[in-house]
């Protein structure tokens, strides 16, 4: 049994990892960079290391220190978290390297579903539906224009290396596609160090679906269901849901039944993300996350399943202790991430807490790792707190997050609460009427008030 886990990462991430640990018996190692010493998760963990200066790449993602303060507090295991490392191949099989436990899918996986051309044949191959396109990169200029010109416009050509928004180019016609090509390339050459292009039908407006899944290491895949994570600004999750709208029981069951079956087909073991955009009533898949997410508890809460214990279990060779038919979904949960942002321009809002108060009650879950007087850095993302609800249905759910947000205290610097008040009084949102231009709208219509 693992006995001891660094946790490799920051902020309300780390804390989560922490308390999984705590529950499992595990002794706990944080590590964190100077700007961090006054941490929640370093206050509460068994040991602590400081790995380096403030700067991400001189902490965070300093693999030597990381695995350094692994091997000198003699920890069994490393948990990544998301961002920072948690999909970062090299980490993944150095940790190996040096006998650790790797808490995540095996280095290959990551590999495989960070090539955004390799996903999809992947899944495809594997039977799921995926945005029809290119078959592999573009490498002819020529070929190219005659596929986009087949598939009629308008099309998005995206970075194989790229993903979560980066390195898109949308063209609506033949005279814009080859500054487009030729833009996104270099675009993926400078950001990403790969060229490489494809090709997809544009999808005008999708909603954004994302399918939950876990597996153990003796081929048990399960699905947990799906989140609608639409509500996004410049590709930025800022409201998630689950269940999403737009699915019955029906559909969830078959589809995810067939999405756990490719995964086990795959031999894939750990936490997974399939994202998926939905139009039209169908799903076609875009690509897959290899970590945990930040939205993981909007399906905890619908499930009752922790999954970060579960990603840890699997981690310790053990075998899934439920079946997809002890699966169940009851309510819906939405998540309101509350970062320290102006709620109109979301410019970054770094200083000092002064005033702080958790919500709390019935269907209320607070994931957060301030407190008054914490400093927060400027460096890392401003993510401090997700607020997390449960109801019977999503206008209980609804309720229950206007009557949270209005008991939230946090002062001294900005944040999104006032935004989430806005959407959460919204009739369109009310309603479930939304797409993953929703919020870009909604934002620029306040500007201008
Ligand atoms: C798309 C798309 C429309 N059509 N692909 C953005 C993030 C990455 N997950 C893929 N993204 C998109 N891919 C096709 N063929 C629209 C987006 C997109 C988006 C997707 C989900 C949530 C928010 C988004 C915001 C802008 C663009």
């Excluded at 399939?274 to 508890?297: A, C, D, K, S, W």
Aim: aromatic share 8%; net charge negative; glycine share 8%.
């Amino acid at each position: 049994m693992i006995k001891k886990i660094l946790i490799a990462n920051r902020g309300e991430i780390a804390l989560r990892i922490l308390r999984a640990c705590k529950d499992l018996g595990i002794k706990t190692v944080a590590v964190h960079s100077t700007a961090d010493a006054d941490a929640m998760h370093v206050r509460l963990a068994d040991e602590s290391v400081c790995i380096g200066p403030a700067s991400p790449r001189e902490s965070y993602l300093n693999i030597p220190a990381i695995i350094s303060a692994a091997c000198i507090t003699g920890a069994d295991a490393v948990h990544p978290g998301f961002g920072f490392l948690s999909e970062n191949p090299t980490f993944a099989h150095m940790v190996e390297e040096h006998g650790l436990i790797f808490i995540g899918p095996k280095a290959d996986h990551i590999v495989m579903m960070g090539d955004k051309i390799m996903a999809k044949k992947t899944v495809s191959r594997l039977g799921l539906p995926t945005v029809p396109g290119s078959d592999g990169a573009l490498t002819k200029l020529d070929k190219a224009i005659k596929l986009a010109d087949d598939m009629g416009y308008p099309v998005l050509i995206k970075a194989a290396g790229g993903g979560g928004g980066r390195g898109m180019k949308v063209a609506r016609s033949n005279e814009e596609f080859v500054e487009a090509y030729e833009t996104a390339r270099r675009e993926a050459g400078i950001s990403f160090g790969n060229d490489v292009v494809y090709l997809e039908k544009y999808l005008e407006n999708p909603k954004h679906i994302e399918f939950q899944v876990i597996a153990d290491q003796y081929g048990n895949a399960v699905h947990l269901g799906e989140r609608d994570c639409s509500m996004q600004r410049r590709n930025q999750k800022v409201w998630e849901e689950a269940p999403s709208m737009v699915l019955s029981p029906e559909f969830r069951n078959e589809f995810g039944r067939k999405i756990a079956k490719a995964i086990s087909e795959m031999g894939y073991v750990g936490v997974g993300t399939l994202e998926f955009l939905y139009e039209n009533g169908q799903l076609y898949f875009i690509e897959m996350n290899t970590r945990i997410q930040v939205e993981h508890p909007i399906t905890e809460m619908i499930t009752g399943i922790d999954i970060v214990r579960e990603q840890i279990l699997i981690a310790d060779g053990q075998k899934l202790s439920f079946t997809q038919d002890d699966v169940t979904f009851t309510g819906h949960a939405i998540e309101c991430r509350i970062n320290a942002e102006n709620p109109d321009t979301y410019i970054p809002s770094a200083g000092t807490v002064a005033k702080y108060h958790c919500p709390g009650g019935p269907g209320v879950r607070v994931d957060s790792f301030v407190y008054e007087g914490y400093k927060i850095p400027p460096y890392y993302d401003s993510l401090i707190a997700k607020l997390v609800i449960h109801g019977k249905d999503r206008q209980q759910c609804l309720a229950r997050l206007r009557r949270a947000l209005n008991e939230y205290v946090i002062s001294g610097v900005d944040t999104l609460i006032p935004l989430h008040l806005r959407l959460a009084n919204d009739p369109r949102i009310i309603e479930g009427n939304f797409d993953i231009h929703f919020l870009e709208s909604f934002s620029k219509n306040l500007k201008l008030k």
